[in-house]
């Protein structure tokens, strides 16, 4: 599913995730390439902290890309943004920056862990 995603559905949504919440496009560079890269993601925001479900894993390239550069850029409802701090958390670190329905989704869900962003 990842590859399908990466080949068909993330170019796809990248052509209007940045104008839709709660989805949002992550403008991250390549750690090993130092390429410029566009991610669809669902992006959270809660104040000054974003956070970023992770579908797949902790292992995808675009967090450990943010995480390396020590943060990126996020483009939402036609705005593009800097964030900075990235880090991988799981549920009980995200949850304070999830609304109610949220945190009940997430937990249903069960998501192996998160990104916090900090804008």
Request: glycine fraction near 12%; proline fraction near 7%.
């Amino acid at each position: 599913m990842r590859h399908v995603n990466r080949v068909f559905t993330n170019p796809l949504l990248g052509t209007m995730a940045w104008l839709v919440p709660p989805f949002a496009v992550l403008h991250h560079v390549g750690r090993k390439s130092g390429r410029q890269y566009r991610t669809p993601v669902v992006a959270i925001a809660n104040g000054r902290t974003i956070v970023v479900p992770m579908t797949y894993g902790r292992d995808v390239d675009w967090a450990r890309n943010l995480v390396a550069a020590g943060g990126g850029e996020i483009e939402r409802m036609g705005r593009r943004t800097e964030v900075r701090n990235p880090r991988i958390v799981g549920l009980g670190q995200a949850e304070p920056h999830l609304g109610a329905a949220g945190r009940a989704f997430f937990r249903v869900m069960s998501f192996p862990g998160f990104v916090l962003l900090d804008t």
